[in-house]
C-alpha cells in the first residue's frame, strides 16, 4: 500500500499547500490511500497534487479517470517510487519504459497524460521536481 499525501494549491495559485496527513494510515491491506486521501480530503479542490511512493494500482487508475471525468477535478501523482510495482501497468498504457523520478501522471477530464500536463491542464503552481 502507498503513502499518499494531498496538496492543493495556495489562493494565489503559486505553491501547493498539504491537505493531508498519509492517507494509508489505518487503512487495511488492500486499500487505496490515493483514493481515501482524494475522497477525505481533496473535495474541495478542482486541483488537487497527490505525492506518492508508488503509481496508481489499476484499480486507482480507473477510479481516477471517473473522478476527473466531468472536468471539475483535475489531479496530478508525483510518484516518487515504484513501490507497489504498478509501474509496469502504466508503461503497458504510454508511460515511456525510461522515464525517471519523481514522474508525474496528470488525471483530467477523464484522460490520464504522463509526464506533461495536457493542454488543458487549468492553472496551477508548478509540479514539485526534486
Ligand atoms: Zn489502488
Known amino acids: 500500500m502507498p503513502t499518499s499525501e494531498l496538496f492543493s494549491p495556495n489562493p494565489a495559485n503559486t505553491r501547493w499547500n498539504l ?13 487505496h490511500a490515493e483514493q481515501k486521501v482524494a475522497i477525505n480530503y481533496g473535495n474541495a479542490y478542482a486541483v488537487q497534487l497527490i505525492e506518492q511512493d508508488a503509481f496508481p494500482c489499476s484499480d486507482c487508475h480507473k477510479w481516477f479517470l471517473k473522478y476527473t471525468a466531468t472536468g471539475t477535478k483535475s489531479v496530478v501523482f508525483c510518484v516518487s517510487e515504484d513501490g507497489t510495482a504498478d509501474r ?31 493542454g488543458a ?4 503552481p508548478a509540479v514539485p521536481r526534486t
Not at 477530464?109 to 500536463?117: H, I, P, Q, S
Open 19 to 31: 491537505r493531508s496527513d498519509d492517507g494509508s494510515k489505518g487503512l487495511g491491506k488492500g486499500a
Open 88 to 118: 509496469s501497468y502504466h508503461v503497458g498504457l504510454g508511460l515511456p519504459n525510461g522515464a525517471g523520478y519523481p514522474c508525474l501522471l496528470f488525471y483530467h477530464a477523464g484522460v490520464c497524460t504522463y509526464l506533461n500536463a495536457p
Open 121 to 124: 491542464w487549468p492553472a496551477a
